[in-house]
DNA sequence: TTGAAAGCGCTAACAC
DNA sequence: GTGTTAGCGCTTTCAA
């Protein structure tokens, strides 16, 4: 229990009998140094268990190798927790740590995130903003000009770097490949940030991701000359489930529904299990973003699946290329990909 | 672009014609100091945007608000990307960060990560330890005195405070409700990391409560005079799998099969849905952990539920308790309990 | 009521 | 090849 202070530098410096800077020089391994004085000063810290301190360097240093990640919502999102840890290891590769913060898809709790994150003294920052058009705490003054990233969703502004996935051709060829099985009557369920309950009126869309796939799906309807329901609703089970419920009692109910993310999926299957429809039989179902589940359920869910893991990897090499040099701010756009499995019925088979 | 070296309490000094110590003194709040002297500092840091450098607090404070996370794996797994959230909601509460690092159940990786955080000078941290043994990374002059919280299993030393859930007593409870509908023929899926491929000898098991699940199971067994088929597998998709496939054509193929976390879960489903075996008909499961895709789907997997976020809560608490005052290591059980859905047949009606 | 100065642990320019 | 010294940004005695 002695919370004996933690060798510092000087405690080295003493037990070895050089200077400071003598220590410094050795363990760090610059300068001009006798091999004699690294091996005998490497040998004392060992035995001191000395472990420089953090803190000091980067205040010295003027930088912390840290990186503010600030995400929405939580890890429970199939999405971010595979974004969240991919971003961690590439971090960890380029010799970064990761300091987390989350919005919960909340613009105030944003802000006071990213002030966490610039009061540490990251060296730059990756974001998934809550709002598109709300940015006014990430001017260059406000964040000291330090670099940003943005992942998953845009601004409204170009000034950042921003790395996406291109939701709306894929969710275009997912409503196409409904088509194809003779699905004719489509349902969209669209969690909405800041929205309370549901509703089918299109209500502002904050995120540009949302608003690529409610597009990509509206193509597709045209398209195919298919007729479609569009929901949107709080991000919230029960409220969702209510969602479905409506959506399936109305007189154009939808053979197939399409679901904006994870929760939206778990929403339909728990409704479509409470009325004994069988998914993929009597009820379609296509989500997008892939999950371990998803794939491994009976049946399998079709997704429209994004490359989370190359998304963070890349997020995390674009900001680190931007804190050690200068670089331009980039539109970095990743593939979408429909996975197809057997939640979609094939309605002309059948018949 | 033009990287402006953030604003400083030298620069507020300067601005507002006072000095350093009168700008912490208004900006902090303490010690003798006019009002008018504070409105004006605090009016000049404001339109500054002036914004305290936290490492230079910390520094001279000696200590950082921060809490190191250590977590297994990733956050890919139902029940740690929880009490993750849990652990950084309840932080932020007391007025902590959270620094996480995981350790993909690898001891090495395990001792460099904390390593890094006591380098960043945490002031406490909260592990989820990859072995119960191996923990000479953890001796007090190593951890410097921080104080440190076990979480989810125990180490053989009882040197931590430590906050668990009472497994045993759920699984023995588990295979006592299978019973009760009829089941005779048990099998567990166990999840074992470092082992290579799978085996159904018992191998090292380095997590307490992997251990404590395999005990209750097997009293559980006793109990019921069931027989019961036990697999050891690696914690990878297809390793599992073949496991599964490995018990189903076992002689004594079980009409249950107990699975320790939710990947081996999946594996089962997987499995099951590739051989047409209806779950909660033809093939019976129950796993530990809940989590939003077992209660959704169809049917409802029956679960050893974990009070996961009061885990969270509670290991963040005491940690901060410890790291403000001194106290002294105790052992928090928390109970797990079994939540009973549609995955499990009744053999006894069907009969 | 305010200012001057020291020092947290570290590194690097500058002496010797 | 090694030591001295200054200073990163902040808070807090101690003096005035």
Do not use: C
């Not at 510092?8 to 610059?30: C, E, K, P």
């Not at 971090?91 to 709790?109: C, Y």
């Not at 409220?239 to 399409?258: G, N, R, Y």
């Amino acid at each position: 229990m002695t919370a004996n202070k933690s060798t510092t530098i000087n405690d080295v410096a003493a037990a070895s009998g050089v200077s400071r800077a003598t220590v410094s020089r050795a363990l760090s391994g610059y300068g001009r140094i006798s091999k004699e004085t690294v091996d005998h000063v490497r040998a004392v810290a060992d035995s001191l268990g000395y472990r420089p301190n953090a803190l000091a360097v980067a205040m010295r240093a003027g930088k912390t190798k840290t990186i503010g990640l600030v995400v929405i919502s939580d890890f429970t999102n199939a999405f971010f927790d595979r974004a969240t840890k991919s971003i961690i290891d590439r971090a960890k590769e380029l010799g970064f740590r990761v300091l987390i913060q989350h919005s919960d898809e909340d613009v105030a709790v944003e802000r006071v995130a990213v002030e966490t994150m610039l009061s540490n003294q990251v060296d730059g920052i990756i974001l998934v903003p809550a709002s598109k058009t709300k940015h006014s705490h990430l001017t260059p003054k406000k964040i000291g000009g330090k670099p940003v990233v943005i992942i998953d969703r845009r601004l409204d502004i170009p000034r950042f770097t921003t790395v996406t996935t291109g939701d709306e051709v894929a969710a275009e060829e997912a409503v196409a490949y409904a088509a194809e099985n003779g699905h004719k009557k489509l349902g969209f369920l669209i969690a909405v940030p800041g929205t309370t309950g549901f509703t089918s009126e299109e209500p502002e869309i904050p995120i540009t991701s949302v608003q690529e796939r409610v597009d990509g799906f509206a193509k597709g309807v045209t398209k195919a000359k298919a007729s479609a329901l569009w929901i949107y609703s709080e991000d919230k089970q029960e409220i969702a489930e209510a969602a479905v419920e409506k959506l399936l009692d109305s007189p154009k109910a939808p053979t197939i529904i399409f679901t904006s993310n994870n929760d939206m999926l778990l929403a339909v299957l728990k409704v479509a299990g409470d009325r004994g429809l069988t998914i993929g039989k009597e009820l379609s179902v296509v989500s997008f973003d892939d999950s371990p589940w998803a794939a491994a359920m009976v049946p399998g869910i079709t997704v429209v699946a994004r490359p989370v893991e190359e998304l963070g990897h890349i997020a995390v090499t674009e900001l680190v290329e931007a804190i050690e040099g200068n670089t331009k701010p980039k539109e970095i756009v990743l593939p979408a990909n429909l996975i197809k499995r057997s939640s979609v019925a094939n309605l002309l088979k059948s018949k």
